[in-house]
């Protein structure tokens, strides 16, 4: 029994945060702010040459055959950065769901472009088959892959679609809204079970939008920790009142646990059946309660400058504000937990 | 990542289980009273000594197992106890706490002396450290030991001793060095509790129950070679101990425990209907997910020889404040049928209601012993996290 991270993966998420810390600096990210779509072509490129689109792809269609764990420690890096560029849709849920629900011939025809970071998905629900809001990764696709209501998904080329971008409140992560004839979509129905392939996917996402938020509140956290080490007032650095001190206590008691039950959903998505569901749900649920008290006390511990937009901090309180409303509340995500246990 | 056992584990898992199989029916039941050990448990005690699963790590010469230090082992032993509902062991304050502690720094005599009486449960102890004056702040302690021909002749008062009603034995920090500074004139001493001059006592707490003691000491007079380490060394010997006694709270199987012992009264009061309710127990269920991951963790990174500073300094605060919350809900579900409260006393089985309802009382209790929470945020702040140490106020 080994519960922590192997050297092979430690050492991906280096290689991953030294990239990101070299092209996404604080200017980069008011930039794509901006004038962005959640799709930078120099970034990706870059992603697309460290393999980060090939992660969950088989090894035979040229990707690196990894996991869902390993998907949610790339999240966690992209989250601490507050990486402007599609994944937990277009890379991870559109990768699985045509691992888990497509022909060979369609596994073939896609995969391997997923790999070579050729196409991008929006990645979506329709509650009708025909329209779907709030699709995420959709500023610039390729793609949509949309799940119908039977749990088969809709493939469409994004040019044969409707599409309605609204700008977010996390300013570099669009939402869009789409409209699609389904005739002219190519549906993935190779699934025994379309449902259970559906939700397996859609927690597949929610456990990477939960590491998404552990690094984001992380980065908060160090942050503020920095911040009230350096930051005098009273003539005493702010760190040496008790007050600021427990609060601290009180964040890392909350946030130090994520990390553990962040891998331990992604592990179950790759090993354990019989609790993936489970630990996918409550891990979405609870991290989006953690990420959004962290991302308050950590804006309070900067204070006023915390409020500003000098800092820049806001940028990743608004993407744990988005990973926390997307795919599922912490309350719709419980009630979905209630229902898995009989409990409802 | 693999969370599954090696060859080795699983054999040794099934070991247990077969121990289970053969021995179960001679358990003590769980829980029960804070009264001195009877017959039944200690014949369960030396069964367990015997077949390794106590003192495992501890060497032969003392009356242990003399095997390697694996804490993956303790984990397999722990969890099938945990699962089988077998008493795995006495985890008084001798065993958890001083045993370690002499193991670290006592002499080979003393060692040769208390070890095995102790895993066994032949000798009880109690801890001598609090005083009225002296809590939070314990190194200002001062109760006095002055050496008198070959005795430290003790006087003074201690509180919230637990189990000195029936201990045999105390392990005692008491001022030595009055001259010193106060960190530096403390001494631990080993005293029989049949001493002339020891007055127990006992202190009712909030559960109802007198789970601790104040001991009042009286010319008590402990013969000079029954110190540990030496004089003035008695402050480093107690963080010695305190640093096993703070591993100690918090445990994951106790958590899983409750928590399922919570989803059975929340189901059989019909309340998981209740969306109120419901949503309580899914967040506390995530909790408690996150909860044994971490524990996974620090396994992991103890049995890898990793020190793991802050997330392991978290669990003293984050476990009771957890297992606080676990029982409040409890109580909410119970309502109005939660308030008849009927103690059966020290040495019976109280009612359902009634056993929520000291867990809850009780764990107030466990927030405030061994640290309170506030000092726990001080040192998860201050060396967990780097910040500054609060300014030392000069004394008086």
Redesign the interface.
Known sequence: ??????EE?RSFADSLRDLLTDRVTIDALRRHAETGNGFDPTLWDSLVDLGLPGLLVPERFGGSGLGV?DAAIAAEVLGSAAAFTPFAGSLVMATLAFIHGATEAQQDEFLPRIAAGEVRFGVGVSQDAHNATAVIDAGAPTHLLIYLPDGNAAVIDADHASLRMHRSIDRTRPVTDTAFDPERATILNAANAPIVAMQRVLDAGRVVLAADTLGAAQHMFDAA?AF??QRIQFN??I??F?A???Q???M??ML??????V??AG?AQD??PDEAR??AL??K??LG?VGRDIARMATEAHGGMGFTDLLGLHYWFKRISFNRQILGSP?HC??E??RLQG?? | ??????DH?RALQDEVRAFVRTHGHKSPKLGGGRKRPDQKTRDWQKLLVDHGYVGRTIPREYGGSGLPPDV?ESAVIAAEFAAAGIYAGLTNQGISMLVPTLLEVGTDQQKKQWVEKTIRGDVIWCQGYSEPGSGSDLASLSTRGVLEDDHFVVNGQKIWTSSAHYADMMFLLCRTEPDKPKHEGISYLLLSMQTPGIDVRPLRTMTGRAEFNEVFFTDVRVPADQIVLGRGKGWYVANVTLKHERSMIGNAEKMTTRLEQLITLLKSNNL??TTEY??R???L???V?????????L???A??GVDSG??RM?IK??GTMLGFRLASLAIDALGAAGLPFESAGEDAEDDDATTWNIDYLYDVGLMIGGGSN?I???I???R????????KVASA
């Open positions: 029994m080994e519960f922590a991270l192997s993966q764990l920790l009230v080490k005493r650095v760190g040496s008790q600021v001190k427990h601290f206590a009180d890392v008691t130090e646990p994520c990390r553990a039950m891998w331990y592990y090993a354990l489970l630990t409550q891990t649920a609870h309660d309350e419980r009630e937990a209630a409990w409802t | 990542m693999d969370l599954t056992l090696s584990h993956l998981l209907g419901r949503d127990l899914l967040r269920q995530g909790e997910i996150a909860w044994k991951a971490h524990n996974l963790r396994l992991t990174e049995a890898q802050v997330k978290i605060y984050g506030n726990q945020k001080n998860i702040s201050e967990g996290l780097n910040l500054p140490r609060e300014p």
